[in-house]
């Protein structure tokens, strides 16, 4: 490690507290209704959008219609990507001339996109044309981040309700978050990006005649326009195989930077917008503190790992003076790698912009370990809000427990109901992950799309399922998941992942809207200090964590002792 | 839930014209217009001929040529299209060697490229950078200490002075973003680009 790699991450983490402030607060006046600059030029379609679609922006929604709505327009999605992906061959801006996806690789990617994973069983620039990348991944990119910041929204409003029967509108969420959140700021990040050299045309793959006279084609695209959404709204699906280790994905240390902030703004400004939607910024800055602190020990712990190189590499004689360079860029180093990947997993976006099946056994495990804590840490856009939520709610359960009484949270008293379908929706999480990883280790189809063998191995299966669960979208990439059975249950697990969760969630929200409002009392656990997130931070490890120990003990704890004795496979 | 139907489909539609159309497009005439070279994916001409981009790697393989990082790509086989074989910087189809660390096949790759480099250089450790595979295949960049290692063999190659290749492998290393963002690197093409300018291997 060495001190300019602590100062990029420190000058990161610093600009990250300064903008959570301000993000939150605009996200707050959006979603209120208040009048925000863009409401000149873009109210209009706003309100035409609405009469359009026959939506009265007036008129709340229950919790069962809010969810309704959310997995209609959902439906709707899928359906109409997957016909895409099928059709691409016959359809307008595919200059390489590209064919139809197959049905299983169709089916993965449309529900990866839906459901905000961007799993890559796709190879970018070898599979999919530039109208596909704008009508639907681009596209899907937007809504599936919208409709995450409107159930996080939609839960918020069932702490900061009494007696209430409604928790928004999910037409309304889901519109204003594009037009005043996701598009703006896509716009300038993107322009951003290409004055950093990512290229943004239609034209066909440039062919070169290379300074030694061999030929290379140049993939090309607009590439700017998808990578500038696929960052904020934490969805991650390269416009290129190699994802943001792509050059063109991903230039230079300055985009790196930028694609890394963007990944985690809205998620973090969204937890100062909760405080200001329970009318205490204090309850914002205590689920930060705690996703803070988790997220640091993460970024340390791979950053030393991948530092230290591989020791089988340290004995051959080669010099490693900033780690393992295995599947990283020069460009980024050990420091920019190991923070992107730390950030990607924590919240689940899963771009890389190295290849994680390379890294230390140990590196190796954080973004794993990251993302089976349930995406918490940030999170993706909406997601990661309402999972820390849930897991606030088992806190101060445990804690009103160990004291003998009803726990209460932000005014409402958490009751059998809401903690039952909180453990629904966070024990979806091991069940798919465990499960699936269990069914493919045993089946000669699942071995067979193995790159590495011996407990790297079985790590590869483990990472799949659990970031296709976790809905992140990361691999470790040496595994060959384009087959049908790993497309199907890969499919399979980004589903449960997302709506198993999703629905008990909305329940939730649906129960605690209806509560009346506690005042606090003496005995009041306060949920804004140190011994709350301290708490916190411990539910999240033990409860999200302690279930994977075993799985993770065969694969990257094992390996990690095979190469300090020097053992190959 | 069929109330639902209606606003699914027609906000559906109306954010695909919107953010999947209209965004693209827009970004795509905005770009061509601020920033035209790198829009079009940093393309170097030379005599009238794209030999490359300024931010994809090339397989230098000559001995006079500064090498780039090893690349993992593949592409199909000219003599069979059914099949893919090794193909370096393929900037068609970019992708890692996402060999783990304890692979016996990573182990045997850097064993015998390191073979090789020690017997071109044996003063020096061999750097990292010329052992590893790359994330992206397409790695544009070397570190400097890369660079500098492969100086005796270009001075051997092209009849060339060691400390005027050092001098411009100074001039050519970038340093961090404001001395603080990502690490120093060389840009190999335009190393080469700059080598062929001094002389003629």
């Not at chain 2, 492969?150 to 340093?175: K, M, S």
Request: charged residues 10%; hydrophobic residues 50%; proline residues 5%.
């Amino acid at each position: 490690m060495t001190i300019n790699g602590w100062i990029q991450i420190l000058i990161y983490f610093a600009l990250l507290t300064a903008l959570t402030r301000p993000v939150g607060g605009y996200l707050y006046r959006v979603f209120n209704g208040e009048r925000i600059l863009l409401s000149r030029p873009l109210g209009w379609l706003e309100r035409g959008f609405y009469r359009c679609a026959g939506v009265d922006s007036q008129t709340e929604q229950s919790w069962i219609s809010y969810t309704l709505a959310m997995l209609a327009f959902n439906l709707v999605c899928f359906v109409a990507l997957f016909l895409l992906l099928l059709a691409q061959g016959h359809l307008p801006f595919n200059p390489q001339g590209f064919g139809a996806l197959t049905p299983d690789l169709a089916f993965n990617t449309a529900i990866s996109f839906v459901t905000n994973t961007n799993w890559q069983s796709y190879g970018g620039e070898t599979t999919m044309s530039y109208g596909t990348q704008m009508l639907g991944l681009t596209v899907h990119n937007f809504v599936s981040a919208a409709t995450g910041i409107g159930l996080a929204l939609a839960l918020v409003r069932g702490f900061a309700r009494r007696s209430a029967s409604t928790i928004g509108n999910f037409w309304v969420d889901l519109t204003r978050a594009t037009l005043y959140v996701l598009l703006p700021i896509s716009i300038v990040a993107a322009l951003f990006l290409i004055w950093q050299g990512m290229p943004q045309n239609l034209s066909a793959y440039t062919n070169a005649l290379t300074l030694e006279g061999v030929k290379q084609t140049i993939a090309q695209g607009p590439v700017a326009s998808q990578v500038a959404i696929k960052m904020l709204g934490t969805n991650g699906g390269g416009f290129f195989n190699a994802n943001a280790a792509h050059p063109f994905e991903n230039p230079t240390a300055l985009s790196n930077f930028l694609q890394i902030l963007l990944i985690f703004l809205i998620p973090a400004g969204l937890t100062n917008t909760f405080g200001r939607m329970v009318k205490s910024e204090l309850q914002g800055w205590a689920l930060y503190s705690a996703m803070s602190v988790l997220f640091l020990v993460g970024v340390a712990t791979c950053y030393w790992a991948e530092s230290q190189g591989n020791p089988q590499l340290t004995t051959m004689g080669i010099s490693q003076p900033i780690g393992n360079m295995e599947g990283k860029e020069t460009r980024f180093g050990v420091a920019n790698s190991t923070l992107f990947a730390t950030i990607t997993t924590d919240a689940s976006c899963g771009a890389v912009n190295a290849m994680h099946d390379s890294f230390t056994p140990l590196g190796g495990l954080v973004p794993m370990v990251n993302m089976m804590l349930g995406e918490v840490i940030f999170g993706g856009v909406g997601a990661g809000l309402y999972g820390i939520l849930l897991y606030a709610l088992i806190a101060v359960f445990i804690a009103g427990l160990m004291v003998g009484r009803t726990p209460e949270y932000l005014g409402k008293k958490i009751e059998a109901r809401e903690i039952k379908l909180t453990m629904l929706a966070i024990l979806c999480l091991p069940l798919s992950i465990l499960g699936f990883t269990a069914v493919s280790s045993v089946l000669s189809q699942g071995l067979a799309g193995l790159a590495n063998t011996g407990p790297h191995g079985f790590s590869e299966m483990l990472y799949a399922y659990t970031s296709a669960t976790a809905n992140n979208g990361s691999a470790f990439a040496g595994l060959t998941a384009n087959t049908p059975f790993y497309n199907v249950t890969l499919g399979i697990a980004m589903l449960i992942g997302r709506f198993a969760f999703i629905v008990p969630m909305m329940a939730t929200a649906g129960a605690l809207a209806a509560k009346k409002y506690t005042p606090p009392s003496a005995g009041t656990f306060p949920t804004t200090g140190g011994l709350f997130i301290a708490l916190l931070v411990g539910v999240i490890v033990i409860v999200g964590g302690l279930t994977f120990f075993p799985a993770i003990a065969l694969g990257p704890i094992v390996e990690h002792l095979a190469i300090l004795t020097g053992k190959a496979y | 839930m069929f109330s639902h139907i209606r606003p699914a489909i027609v906000l559906f539609v109306l954010l695909t014209l919107l953010t999947g159309v209209a965004y693209p497009l827009a970004m795509t005439g905005a770009a061509q217009a601020l920033f035209p070279a790198q829009a079009n994916g940093s393309l170097i001409t030379k005599n009238g001929h794209i030999i490359g981009s300024s931010l994809i790697g090339q397989n230098f393989v000559g001995d006079g040529y500064f090498h780039g990082r090893l690349s993992a790509t593949s592409g199909a086989d000219p003599t069979d299209a059914s099949k893919t074989i090794s193909s370096p910087y393929n900037a068609a189809n970019s992708v890692g060697s996402n060999l783990g660390p304890t692979s016996k096949a990573l182990l045997d790759r850097v064993a015998a490229d390191t073979a090789k480099l020690k017997a071109e250089n044996p003063n020096a450790l061999v750097p990292a950078e010329l052992v590893t595979a790359s994330g992206s295949g397409l790695d544009p960049h070397i570190s400097p200490e890369s660079a500098l290692f492969q100086v005796p063999r270009i001075a051997r190659a092209r009849g060339l002075n060691e400390q005027q290749l050092q001098a411009l492998i100074g001039v050519h290393t970038d340093g961090r973003w404001l001395g603080l963002l990502g690490e120093p690197v060389v840009n190999v093409l335009a190393l080469n680009l700059a080598l062929d300018a001094v002389g003629k291997p």
